[in-house]
């Protein structure tokens, strides 16, 4: 199959949204933003074997390479609008095409957001780049920069499932519903983006979870300047999590563990009660796990008493005191 009959065949669709001009076929697609909207551009790369396991159902990987930009999306609190992906394929299945693209557009259609256009090569790996433009009414996205001491930090969702996820299917190890239910939540992440541009009335600052909960709660921080502490008895842990690992390795999870594609946000405590209605609204949990402090550190504290937390090695957490 040439280049040209997978594009037509796999992602050329005709499109009904009048936003396009110009759709995918010329050198470059043609939008009209909306008057008056500032336009928000992410963009996010999945390597195969790095990114996500080779054998992970292709409908998945199409599914989670739309997603996993829509969270960035989402920490902007912006609505997606139009999309391009660049594909580096290894191989010629059309198997595999015909799953992803299914997966694509899947997310593509959940979210509102048009393919108009893209790149196809062929390369040693299957790369996957997936860009995204959003819009905003100027001004309201929100940034990392925003937060400030005395406000608490929240977080949607139950972070540490997608990588527990992730670890079990990788050890051939998904047999039982809460496996599965953990695996689901690598496989097909569940971007807040309706969610999140309500919360832009509410939040000062927001980034979305890839890299691990206190790894990203520490960049929003640096970047606004500030310090925080995790409470770790308020981390929200899913019942399939707990189920699976245990509390300690649940906790742990949930603070280290990556991929998980929820928002964290910070907003000043008389927000709480608008914050509870909107969890309520979106039936997504949002927990208040921390507060942002002075200074230029990120601790964790359980039932009030200090613990270091470490990036890595074995055992994460050891009393403050000790270290
Ligand atoms: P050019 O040689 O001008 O860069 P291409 O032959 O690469 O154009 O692409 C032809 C058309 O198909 C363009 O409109 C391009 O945006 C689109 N396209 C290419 N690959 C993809 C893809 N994987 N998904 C969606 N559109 C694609
Ligand atoms: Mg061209």
Redesign the pocket.
């Given at each position: 199959m040439d280049?040209?009959e997978l594009?037509r065949r796999y992602?050329?669709r005709a499109g009904r949204d009048p936003s396009i001009v110009l759709g995918?076929?010329?050198?470059?697609?043609i939008v009209r933003p909306d008057a008056d909207r500032e336009l928000v551009i992410v963009i996010d790369t999945m390597v195969e074997g790095v990114h996500y396991p080779a054998g992970l159902d292709p409908a998945d990987i199409g599914y989670r390479a739309v997603a996993v930009n829509l969270s960035d999306i989402a920490a902007m609190a912006a609505r997606p609008r139009w999309m391009?992906?660049?594909?580096t394929l290894a191989g010629d299945d059309a198997g595999w095409l015909d799953g992803f693209s299914r997966g694509l557009f899947e997310a593509a259609d959940e979210f509102s957001v048009a393919?108009v256009?893209?790149?196809?090569t062929r390369g040693d790996q299957t790369v996957i780049t997936v860009q995204i433009s959003g819009d905003v009414i100027p001004s309201q996205a929100l940034r990392r920069s925003g937060a400030k001491p005395g406000e608490d930090i929240y977080v949607t969702g139950t972070p540490g499932d997608a990588a527990a996820g992730l670890a079990l299917w990788e050890s051939n190890n998904v047999r039982n519903e809460n496996q599965r239910q953990l695996l689901r939540r690598f496989a097909r992440p569940a971007p807040r983006v309706e969610l999140a541009r309500e919360l832009a009335a509410h939040a000062s600052a927001a980034i979305d979870v890839s890299d691990g909960l206190f790894a990203d709660i520490e960049k929003l921080l640096v970047a606004s300047g500030a310090g925080g502490v995790i409470e770790l008895d308020n981390l929200p842990l899913s019942v399939p999590l707990v189920a699976v690992h245990g509390k300690e390795a649940a906790t742990e999870l949930a603070l280290g563990g990556g991929d998980d594609y929820e928002i964290v946000f910070t907003a000043a405590s008389v927000k709480a009660p608008a914050i509870a209605k909107l969890a309520k609204r979106f039936s997504v949990p949002i927990s208040k796990i921390g507060t942002v402090t002075r200074g230029d550190a990120l601790h964790c504290t359980r039932a009030g008493r200090e613990l270091a937390y470490r990036h890595a090695g074995y055992r994460h957490f050891v009393e403050a005191s000790d270290d």
């Open positions: 280049e040209f594009i992602f050329a995918i076929g010329d050198d470059g697609a391009t992906l660049a594909l393919l256009g893209g790149d196809t």
